[in-house]
C-alpha cells in the first residue's frame, strides 16, 4: 500500500477539534484518572517508557479516556502524529511523544477556557510556526473553517465572504498577517468563530447565548432585517430570548440580551415586559385576538418572562406591568433578583465550596453578590441538568429552560455541581427543585441537599432522562422523557403533592484477609439493594457497555442487550444455592432460606426496580383491611402477613424479596408474577461468605466475602406528580 500523498491526511484539522470535544463532553473521566494507568503499578504501565508512550499506548490512552472502543483510527494516527516534533517518516510506527504533552492538550480541551483553546487553535493553523499567521495560512483557516461549518450542518451557501470579512477585522493593525495576541482578542468577541470552535463562554448580563439553529419556516434578522436564508442551519439564534441573527451579523453590535436581575434593591418588585422584536408571524395577538401577519420583515413582538406575543402597536399600548403568564409560579424573574456589596458568605456553614458559592452565576462582574427577593405567593423552581443524562436529551433540555425560566435559575451540574444552585436559594422559604436526569443524578442532589445544612429541605420533582429511572416511574414522572412541552411539565409540577421518601444508609465491611473487591458505588440506598441474579446480569450488562458505549444508544437496544445477558444468566445459572452463600439477620432476626431455591436477594425501598419492575407486587386493597392505623413492628417474617403487607416509600420500613432465577427476572419483568416475600423490616445485615455480585440503586460490582448493614439514614421530601386524566370513554 503506497503512503497517501494528501498532507492534510497527517495533519490535525477545525474538524478534529470539534470532533475531540464532543468525545470529551461525553466522558465521564479526567485526565489525571487514565495517568494513573500510566504509573508504575497500572494497568498501563508497560506502555510507558521513561516520560514517553509509543502509537499503541497512545491508542490505548484514548480509549480509557474517551471511554470508547470505535474511535476513528485515522484521526487517532494524526493525534499522535501532531505530537510528535519532526516530519512523519516511513518509521511512524517506532516513534514516541511524550505524555506529559498529551496530557497538557486534553486537560486543556477538559476544562480549559475559550482564550486558551483560541491560543491552542492558532498553534494548529500556524503552519511555518513563525508566531503569525500568513495570507496563505488565512486562506487555509478559511477553509478549514468552511469544512467545520459543513460537518456542524451550517448553510455555507454564503458562509465564504462572512469569514473573509471576519478575519479581516481580525487584522487589527491591517498588517496583512493575524498575530497571536490579534487572534485571541479578536477571536474572544467574534460569534462566528467561537460558536465554529464549539467555544462556551460564560454568559455575562445583557450576553446572548448563541446556538446555531435550522428553522423550518421564514425568520427574519433581528439586526438588518433580512431573511436567513439555506437549507440546513441558517443563522444564531440566542437560547434565552429567541434573537436571532445571520452569522455575518452577530458581530454588528446587536441589541442586548434580556436582563437576568436588576441593578438595585430599589427596582425590586417592578415588573415590566422585556420585548424581542420579530418572528412571531401567523401567531395570535393576545391583546386583540388577531392574527399577527408577516410583511416581509420583522413583525410583533413577544415577551421573555410572560411569553405573550403583540403587534407592535399593541405592544405599545400595553401597560408595562408583566405577569410573568401561565408559569408564574416558577419563574424568578430579574425584578426578584438584584446585586448587594458584602463580604463573601462563610461557606463552612453552608456545606458548600468556597468556589461553589463564588461562582460567577450567582455574582455580578464587578463582585456584588446576587440576592432574591421573591414574588409573594410563588414557588420559584431550582432546575438541575445533567446534559449527559439520554444522549444530547440533556442538552437540549438545558436550552429549553433557559428560555422558559430566567437562565439563573437552571444550572448545568457538568460545570460546577448543584453548590452554586443550591446557595443561590438557600435564604428562600419556599421553593421547588426540579431534577433532569437518571436516577443517579437524583441520588446526587439528594446528598447535595444533606450536605448543605439547608434551612429548609425543598421538595424535589424528577424529569427522567435516559433509561430506567425507577424513582421517578415511583412518583409518577414517567420512565423517560419523550420531547413533551415542558410548559405541561411545568404545570405538572405546580400540582403535584409532597411525599417523603426514606433513604438508608450502606455499610460494607469486606472480612478480614480477603483481597479489596470492586470500589462500593454508594454509601446510600434510594430505590434498591440486591446481591445474586439480578446483579449478574447489571453486571455483566455494566460492563459490556463500558466496552461498547455505542451499542448502547436507544431504549429499544438496552432491553435486548439486557434480555440476551438474562438468557445467557439462565444457562450459567453463576448464583446457584444463594442461600449456602449468606445469611440475612433483620432486627437480629435470622431468615430461614433453606425453605426456598434462590439465585437472588432483592431489598427494596420503592417499588420500581429494573426500569419498572414490582418485585413485591401488588397488594390487594381489601387484604390490608384492619391494619389502617396501626403500627408496624420493627420486623415481619410471618408468611401470611406478609401477604398482605403493602409497600410504602415513607414507612421507615425494607421489603426483602427472593428471587428464584433469570427466567422468574423476565416473567417479574413482563409483571406476570412477583418475587418471593421474605420480610420487612426496619433495618438488615447481611454476610456472605463468597465473592459475589452486587448492585445498589442500579450501579453493580463484584464483592469479596463481607458484612453489610443497612440502617436508616433520614427522609427526603419528593414531589408526586398528579395522577393522570383517563383518556378513554369510560373512567
Same mark, same amino acid.
Given at each position: ?16 477539534? @470539534? ?39 497512545? =491508542? ?16 487517532? $494516527? ?11 517518516? $516511513? ?49 487555509? @483557516? @478559511?477553509? &478549514? ?36 495576541? /490579534? %487572534?485571541?482578542? *479578536? ?19 445583557? &450576553?446572548?447565548?448563541? =446556538? ?19 437549507? =440546513? ?18 458581530? !454588528? ?7 437576568? #436581575? ?42 421573555? %418572562? ?96 433557559? +428560555? ?24 428562600? &422559604? ?45 412518583? =409518577?414522572?414517567?420512565?423517560? #422523557? ?39 458505588? +454508594? ?21 459490556? !457497555?463500558?466496552?461498547?458505549? &455505542? ?79 396501626? /403500627? ?27 428471587? /428464584?432465577?433469570?427466567? /422468574?427476572? *423476565? ?55 398528579? $395522577?393522570?386524566?383517563?383518556? *378513554?370513554?369510560?373512567?
Amino acid at each position: 500500500m503506497s503512503t497517501p500523498t494528501n498532507p492534510e491526511v497527517k495533519e490535525l484539522s477545525p474538524v478534529d477539534f @470539534i470532533q475531540l470535544q464532543q468525545y470529551i463532553e461525553y466522558c465521564s473521566l479526567k485526565v489525571k484518572d487514565v495517568l494513573r494507568e500510566f504509573d508504575a503499578d497500572g494497568s498501563l504501565a508497560q506502555h510507558r517508557h521513561g516520560e514517553c508512550i509509543n502509537e499503541e499506548g497512545f =491508542r490505548l490512552f484514548l480509549k480509557t479516556y474517551l471511554e470508547v472502543e470505535d474511535f476513528p483510527v485515522d484521526l487517532c $494516527q494524526r493525534l499522535f502524529r501532531s505530537f510528535q516534533n519532526s516530519e512523519p517518516t $516511513q518509521e511512524d510506527s517506532a516513534k514516541e511523544v511524550f505524555l506529559k504533552d498529551v496530557s497538557c492538550y486534553f486537560s486543556l480541551l477538559e476544562d480549559g477556557q475559550p482564550r486558551d483553546k483560541l491560543e491552542f487553535a492558532f498553534k494548529l493553523y500556524d503552519r511555518d510556526g513563525n508566531g503569525v499567521l500568513d495570507s496563505s495560512e488565512v486562506d487555509r @483557516i @478559511i477553509a &478549514q473553517m468552511m469544512h467545520a461549518a459543513d460537518y456542524l450542518g451550517w448553510d455555507v451557501s454564503e458562509l465564504r465572504p462572512v469569514l473573509k470579512d471576519m478575519m479581516t477585522a481580525i487584522d487589527a493593525d491591517s498588517s496583512g498577517t493575524v498575530s497571536l495576541e /490579534e %487572534w485571541v482578542e *479578536g477571536g474572544m468577541n467574534n460569534v462566528p468563530l467561537l460558536v465554529l470552535l464549539g467555544l462556551k463562554v460564560t454568559q455575562k448580563d445583557g &450576553q446572548h447565548l448563541w =446556538r446555531m439553529k435550522h428553522f423550518n419556516k421564514p425568520v427574519y434578522c433581528n439586526v438588518c432585517q433580512s431573511m436567513l436564508l439555506g437549507l =440546513r442551519k441558517q443563522g444564531l439564534c440566542c437560547t434565552c430570548c429567541k434573537y436571532t441573527v445571520h452569522g455575518r451579523c452577530a458581530n !454588528r453590535n446587536p441589541a442586548p440580551c434580556t436582563r437576568t #436581575y436588576v441593578k438595585s434593591k430599589k427596582e425590586t418588585g417592578v415588573p415590566a415586559h422585556d420585548w424581542v422584536s420579530g418572528n412571531c408571524d401567523s401567531r395570535k395577538c393576545d391583546k386583540c385576538q388577531k392574527k399577527i401577519k408577516s410583511f416581509g420583515g420583522l413583525t410583533g413582538k413577544h415577551c421573555v %418572562w410572560c411569553h405573550t406575543m403583540r403587534h407592535d402597536e399593541c405592544a405599545d399600548q400595553e401597560p408595562t406591568e408583566c405577569t410573568c403568564g401561565l408559569l408564574r409560579d416558577h419563574i424568578l424573574p430579574p425584578w426578584a433578583i438584584y446585586p448587594v456589596i458584602k463580604e463573601r458568605p462563610n461557606n463552612v456553614k453552608n456545606g458548600c465550596s468556597a468556589s461553589a458559592d463564588d461562582s460567577e452565576l450567582n455574582t455580578t462582574p464587578d463582585g456584588q453578590v446576587l440576592q432574591i427577593s421573591p414574588v409573594p405567593n410563588t414557588h420559584p423552581l431550582l432546575v438541575f441538568v445533567n446534559p449527559k443524562s439520554g444522549g444530547k436529551q440533556g442538552e437540549r433540555v438545558l436550552h429549553k429552560f433557559q +428560555y422558559l425560566l430566567n437562565p439563573r435559575q437552571v444550572y448545568n451540574l457538568s460545570s460546577g455541581g448543584p453548590g452554586p444552585g443550591l446557595s443561590f436559594f438557600r435564604s428562600l &422559604q419556599d421553593y421547588r427543585i426540579l431534577v433532569c436526569g437518571g436516577d443517579g443524578t437524583v441520588g446526587w442532589i439528594l446528598d447535595a441537599i444533606d450536605k448543605a445544612n439547608l434551612l429548609v429541605r425543598p421538595p424535589v420533582a424528577v424529569l427522567p432522562l435516559g433509561t430506567g429511572n425507577d424513582l421517578a416511574r415511583c412518583l =409518577r414522572w414517567g420512565g423517560g #422523557y419523550d420531547g413533551e412541552d415542558l410548559s405541561r411539565i411545568l404545570k405538572d409540577i405546580e400540582g403535584s403533592s409532597q411525599v417523603l421518601m426514606d433513604r438508608w444508609s450502606v455499610q460494607v465491611i469486606t472480612d478480614e484477609n480477603e483481597e479489596k473487591g470492586d470500589p462500593v458505588p +454508594y454509601e446510600i440506598i434510594n430505590n434498591y439493594f440486591s446481591i445474586g441474579v439480578d446483579a449478574s446480569i447489571a453486571h455483566r450488562f455494566h460492563t459490556m !457497555r463500558e466496552k461498547h458505549p &455505542q451499542k448502547f444508544n436507544s431504549r429499544m437496544k438496552n432491553k435486548l442487550w439486557y434480555f440476551e445477558f438474562a438468557t445467557s444468566e439462565t444457562i450459567s445459572a453463576s448464583c446457584k444455592k444463594l442461600s449456602e452463600s449468606l445469611t440475612i439477620e433483620c432486627c437480629g432476626t435470622p431468615l430461614d432460606l433453606s425453605g426456598v431455591s434462590l439465585e437472588g436477594v432483592a431489598v427494596l425501598n420503592i417499588p420500581s426496580m429494573h426500569g419498572g419492575s414490582n418485585l413485591w407486587g401488588e397488594t390487594k386493597k381489601g387484604d390490608t383491611k384492619g391494619q389502617a392505623g396501626q /403500627e408496624e413492628p420493627d420486623v415481619i417474617i410471618d408468611p401470611e402477613i406478609l401477604k398482605v403487607t403493602s409497600q410504602d416509600l415513607s414507612d421507615r420500613r425494607l421489603e426483602v424479596v427472593g428471587l /428464584e432465577g433469570a427466567m /422468574e427476572m *423476565g416473567q417479574i419483568y413482563t409483571g406476570l408474577k412477583s418475587a418471593v416475600r421474605l420480610a420487612k423490616t426496619s433495618q438488615i445485615t447481611i454476610r456472605t461468605k463468597k465473592a459475589l455480585p452486587m448492585q445498589i440503586d442500579g450501579e453493580p460490582w463484584m464483592q469479596p466475602p463481607c458484612t453489610i448493614h443497612i440502617t436508616h439514614k433520614n427522609q427526603a421530601s419528593m414531589l408526586m406528580a398528579p $395522577q393522570a386524566k383517563s383518556s *378513554g370513554f369510560f373512567k
